[in-house]
């Protein structure tokens, strides 16, 4: 695979998810909804596993956690910015670990079995691994510090709420696996190239505009 | 072992985690509903006291947190001084939940916080991971 195909490959699902983690979460936190398993499991583990499955590329849910991260500071909607981007960054590396050993063209999920499998696997370890990391982070970013018994305490909670996120997750990766039918080295790069810009270009748009509005609002 | 057969067990073992924190979650923070439905009481160093209690003799404060949103109740600095904890800023305090969630909070931070009737305790100089609702106990550490 080209290699600025692959940057901007990064750059437009690392936007898609940073997109999704500041407008959608935004006003998914406002619902009785399941926020967070939601964004897990659909929007962070759906994305990555997308272009896991459209460009065979290990290393690249990395970048994309790393471009959502640097969009998620743009959202004034948090106590402490840098921590939910360096969760979303967490999540994008407990994914690549979780997907490491698999073979590039992921010819071992071919059984729906071995796809939910992962995705639970994935979305159950993205949850948990973004959850504690916020909860370490912050708490160290604030006056009154961390306690790890604090943390302790709380570890069952974390890990039940895990659960919702894990199920999504193993409905949502079979789902997702469908794209690694459609070949992305073949799109044109007259094609490719302005889609992936104009697209990666709205969210940011959007999200700095978002930012903007609230702070005025604020 | 193949990965057709380690990818599963680890999915089952983490679905199993899951499960069974829920039910240990459930069976041990009961607490949540009836914190909810009824009087509630609040043991600040030791001694127990009602809300009502609390709310009848205790220094109104207005907050706004750091995300933006107001509450108002007791002044925490205020109860805790009047629960006669013998030098109040050279300790800790840590303030526990129905359902287990608890933070440990300087005596700055609760110059800062408050206690509202529904039992949430809300600081504005800390971030939204510091709200702890269901309040039943504040510890002297």
Redesign the interface.
């Known amino acids: 695979m080209n290699k600025m195909k692959l940057i901007f490959g990064v750059i437009l699902f690392g936007s898609l998810w940073g997109f999704s983690e500041t407008i959608i979460g935004t006003y998914l936190h406002n619902t009785s909804l399941p926020a967070g398993s939601i964004m897990t499991g659909v929007f962070a583990v759906g994305l990555m596993t997308i272009s896991r499955a459209l460009y065979k590329q290990r290393g690249m849910q990395l970048g994309m956690g790393l471009v959502a991260g640097m969009l998620r500071l743009f959202n004034p909607?948090?106590?402490?910015f840098i921590c939910s981007a360096i969760a979303i960054m967490a999540e994008g590396l407990i994914f690549e670990v979780a997907w490491y050993?698999?073979s590039l063209d992921l010819a071992?999920l071919k059984k729906t079995?071995?796809m939910?499998?992962?995705g639970?696997?994935a979305s159950?370890?993205c949850f948990v691994g973004g959850y504690i990391v916020?909860?370490i982070l912050?708490?160290l970013?604030?006056?009154?510090?961390f306690?790890i018994?604090?943390l302790l305490?709380?570890m069952?909670?974390i890990?039940?709420k895990?659960?919702p996120a894990?199920?999504i997750g193993?409905i949502v990766v079979p789902v997702a696996l469908l794209s690694k039918k459609i070949d992305i080295a073949g799109v044109k790069d007259k094609v490719y190239y302005p889609f992936t810009a104009t697209v990666s270009a709205t969210c940011w748009v959007i999200v700095i505009l978002n930012a903007i509005f609230i702070l005025k609002i604020? | 072992m193949g990965k057709e057969k380690i990818i599963p067990i680890i999915a089952i073992i983490s679905l199993l985690i899951g499960i069974s924190s829920s039910i240990y979650v459930y069976a041990t923070s009961p607490s949540i509903s009836s914190y909810t439905e009824g009087d509630k009481s609040i043991i600040i160093n030791n001694q127990e006291l009602t809300i009502e209690q609390i709310f009848s003799d205790a220094e109104i404060r207005n907050i706004v947190t750091p995300d933006g949103i107001n509450f108002s109740g007791v002044a925490l600095d205020d109860l805790i001084t009047k629960a006669n904890v013998g030098c109040p800023s050279c300790h800790e305090y840590k303030i526990i939940a129905a359902d287990s969630y608890e933070k440990t909070v300087t005596w700055e931070n609760i110059q800062h916080g408050v206690l509202t009737e529904d039992g949430t305790a809300a600081f504005s100089d800390l971030a939204k991971t510091f709200r702890v609702r269901y309040v039943i106990k504040i510890e002297v550490v």
């Open positions: 909607c948090s106590t402490c050993n698999l071992e079995t071995m939910a499998s992962m639970v696997i159950y370890g916020t909860q912050t708490p970013s604030q006056s009154a510090g306690h018994e604090n305490v709380f069952p909670q890990l039940a895990g659960l894990a199920l193993g604020i």
